[in-house]
């Protein structure tokens, strides 16, 4: 690991034990928010149930991954990590493809090359290259950054594999529902990108910040995040498309 990576999550580490605990009292008054957001869907939707089922879902399942981490990163396995990645890139694929009619077998290896490839080199980049860190697989930082990396990769491909389904049923060429599906994935990255400092105080920034470590350190933190997430999310997009315009061509579209 460099020297100046290194005294950087060290200096986080070491300001971490200063963030502010929040009691589980204080943590339930941050729900009282969504029995509003509940009672409002039921009278207007008629779909009450369905934000509290959310909730309860949200609070296990993070209370769940809580106790795993906690586990997780007391181990020192390289499998261990390579294991977590790759069931992360499984599953973020076939949600990715949710949203696919036809041939979803094929959109799903698709999906799982496009995530695995795009999001799979720039997650060795950051750790090898930007963070440096050693041992690679130290799993209180390849979970976080894995977990960022192909969620947004997840996320782009879906908008690219709806779009570019849609754009084709609509009487719209190949190559022009690629070049459509391709704006669209890129939208929210691009607008984030814009908005970031601006608008918005991203999650890890705002996080690190409330942990006791300095602004220009987070931003520093905060750049190589916005920049992995938007080279993970284009390379999967980009990988996807290509194959699925390939399979359209073949299967006889103009």
Known sequence: MSGETSAMIEMFLAHSETQ??????????????????????FRWAGKGGEIGIATARMVVQLLAVGYVLVFLFKVKNPWVGLAV???MIAVSSWIAIRTVKKLRWQAYGD????????????FALVLVG???LDPWYQARYVIPIAGMIFS??????????E??????????????????????????????????GLVSLPGMMT??????????????YQIMVM????GSAGMAVAVFLVRRAKRELAAGWI
Not at 20 to 41: E, Y
Not at 227 to 230: E, P, R, S, V, Y
């Open 130 to 132: 930007v963070l440096g």
């Open 227 to 230: 920049a992995m997430i938007m």
């Open 152 to 161: 947004n990769a997840m996320t782009a491909v879906t908008l690219s594999a």
């Open 85 to 87: 990645v790759t069931f």
């Open 111 to 122: 999906a799982l090359l496009g995530i695995g490839l795009g999001g799979g080199a720039v």
């Open 207 to 220: 996080g690190q910040i409330l942990a006791g470590t300095s602004p220009l350190d987070a931003v520093r």
């Open 20 to 41: 502010i605990k929040i009691p589980l009292l204080q943590l339930a008054l941050s729900l009282v928010p969504l029995i509003v957001v509940g009672w409002i869907s």
């Open 163 to 196: 779009r570019f389904e849609s754009e084709l049923k609509g009487g719209r060429k190949v190559d022009e529902a690629r070049k459509v599906a391709w704006n669209a994935a890129l939208i929210p990255q691009v607008n984030s990108f814009l908005a970031v």
